[in-house]
């Protein structure tokens, strides 16, 4: 069964960090674009962070720069998002996503426009006093 299951969200402090994992099932990671997006209560969603199939290249919302790390591990088909110096407008529901990049297109468009593939169903990740 061909899935990506995230993990790692929950209740946090402002100023507090997490780590998501996604780990994928059914498919080889390696050959895909990976990618981070949220969407919070009433609010589009964003394309957080994404990653190149080798890890070169990434993108990160203006939002997050700074502060969020994308990476992956290719041989664990996991891939993860280390959130640092959280904010309660960083509170949403947090997807993972693949796409095989077909085209020249960059990383960012990519990110922006969302990744084709395969989605997970979120983990929600809550920044709060």
């Known amino acids: 069964q061909v899935q990506l299951v995230e993990s790692g969200g929950g209740l946090v402090q402002p100023g507090g960090s997490l780590r998501l994992s996604c780990v994928a099932s059914?498919?080889?990671?390696?050959?895909?674009?990976i990618g981070w997006f949220r969407q919070a209560p009433g609010k589009e969603r964003e394309g957080v962070s994404c990653?190149?199939?080798?890890?070169?290249?990434?993108y990160y919302a203006d939002s997050v720069k700074g502060r969020f790390t994308i990476s992956r591990d290719n041989a664990k088909n996991t891939a993860y998002l280390q959130m640092s110096s959280l904010k309660p407008e960083d509170t949403a529901v947090y997807y993972c996503?693949?796409?095989?990049?077909?085209?020249?297109?960059?990383?960012?468009?990519?990110?922006?426009?969302?990744?084709?593939?395969?989605w997970g169903k979120g983990t929600l990740v809550t920044v709060s006093s």
């Open positions: 996503a693949a796409e095989q990049r077909r085209s020249i297109t960059t990383i960012q468009a990519m990110c922006v426009r969302g990744l084709k593939d395969y």
């Open positions: 059914g498919f080889n990671l390696d050959s895909y674009v």
């Open positions: 990653i190149s199939r080798s890890g070169a290249s990434s």
